[in-house]
């Protein structure tokens, strides 16, 4: 279990390009420790609870940990005095791999994963005991106003720190005050620096905000009707968005496409996954209700499906024959 756990942190490695931020035994971080250092040495922020089945003896256990913490990450032990076997790791969170989960498919959208397992790190950072590489160093607080924003949204981030000469931010290369605020704009997956300096050290307290290029929910339809030998797309109503005429006893493919970042529910079919279709058949005008809850907003969309009826064309009342004048004149002689 813990081999295929590992094969898949390894390849995962392959696509990080900002953040890795997990729970993991010791006996794992020994294995991807040579990976981790390699992507610091690219500038992937990582963040990692450490978890210990006793208290740190090994010199060689204690180098690992100090040299990733010195090498901008944070790093967090705890001792798992509880058999702890829930561990996993979050990639520039749209990647996760959990052990829970290794040989099934999730159950959970990914981006669901992803903020439940941000959650559990956040609960136990708390009780965790922080790696500090040197005694003496400058100490960093920094922070943004949001880790999640739409492209295009600006965030604040805010900083302080202690014990420094020099602070930097990165890649803006930006000279900072030891304490204050900025406001940037996210357009893209951005990894932001604090680089703090004294007389013989450098430390480094890293962010990685992510940038949500799409936050909408697409819906499409096909029928198929008897006269068909397959689906074909059906418009909706041209100045009525979500409206939709169907021919009677018709087959309906119903697709919906989401960015992975929110829960889809209907009213009578429950959850949804949030990419999928649903083939299904009208005998009455019916409305689907939609719900579609992200980190931003609660949106309430609802499909709206009118059977077209044949109607009756009204009978033509026969035009009684008409006499031409003269031919009644005629008449009238006799």
Known sequence: ????????????????QYHIQGIIPYH????????????QNKGVFIE???LMDNEIKSIKTTNTLLRISAGGGQIFTYCDLENTTIFF????????ISN?????????????????GILVFQNLKEKATPVIHQSGCPEISFTASNEWVKCGDKINLIWEVAQGQSVHL?????SLPL?????????????????????????????????LTSYGLNFSV???TNNLNTFIPLEAHPEIPFHYAIPPNCDIRLNWEADKMGILKEEKWGELPVNGYRDIQFKEDTILHFTWKTIFEIKKINLHFYIMREKRMPEIPKKEKTIHPIFRLFKKRR
Do not use: C, H, W, Y
């Open 170 to 174: 990165l890649p803006q290369d930006l």
């Open 89 to 96: 790791l979050n990639f520039d969170k749209k990647i996760s």
């Open 1 to 16: 279990m813990n081999e295929l756990f590992t094969d898949k942190i390894k390849l995962a490695f392959r696509s990080s």
């Open 100 to 116: 829970e989960e290794i040989n099934e498919e999730p159950k959970q959208d990914i981006q669901s994963l992803i903020k439940k």
């Open 48 to 50: 990692l609870i450490v």
């Open 28 to 39: 794992i971080l020994e294995d991807i420790a040579s990976n981790l250092f390699n992507l």
């Open 179 to 211: 304490k204050g605020s900025i406001e940037v704009q996210i357009n893209t997956d951005s990894l932001f620096t604090i680089q703090v300096k004294n007389e013989n050290l450098t430390v480094e307290k890293r962010i990685f905000v992510k940038s």
């Open 222 to 224: 096909q029928i198929l």
